[in-house]
């Protein structure tokens, strides 16, 4: 059984930091697309950033020089390293698996973004304060 869980939210002010953890098991960690969505109240979605299965990686616009998504394949474990946060960024993040393996980063970003991954977490609250 396939289970995905967040963890590191919480509150920070403005132009703080803060690192999300998944860990995920059932399933072969490495090999399958691996990203963070986050969803504010009022807003629609957003595919945030994501590793997919060959490494690479994608982010969107609005998170690019910020944030940064790394994984430890030996502890089954996805990062995403959040620096100089702005309330904007306020929101639920949810980590997300899945998609084919041909998919490139931008391409599994995407599928992440219209919640065409297979398996998700339940979230984790992260708030920004100005």
């Known amino acids: 059984q396939v289970q995905v869980v967040e963890s590191g939210g919480g509150l920070v002010q403005a132009v703080g930091s803060l690192r999300l953890s998944c860990t995920a098991s059932?399933?072969?960690?490495?090999?399958?697309?691996m990203g963070w969505f986050r969803q504010a109240p009022g807003k629609d979605g957003e595919g945030v950033a994501v590793i997919a299965s060959d490494g690479t990686s994608s982010y969107a616009a609005s998170v690019k020089g910020r944030f940064t998504i790394s994984q430890d394949k030996a502890k089954n474990t996805l990062y995403l390293q959040m620096d100089n946060l702005k309330p904007k960024d306020t929101a639920v993040y949810y980590c997300?698996?899945?998609?084919?393996?041909?998919?490139?980063?931008?391409?599994?970003?995407?599928?992440?973004?219209?919640?065409?991954?297979?398996?998700w977490g339940p979230g984790t609250q992260v708030t920004v304060s100005s």
């Open positions: 997300a698996v899945g998609g084919g393996s041909t998919l490139t980063a931008i391409e599994a970003l995407d599928y992440m973004t219209r919640l065409d991954f297979g398996y």
């Open positions: 059932g399933l072969t960690f490495g090999r399958l697309n």
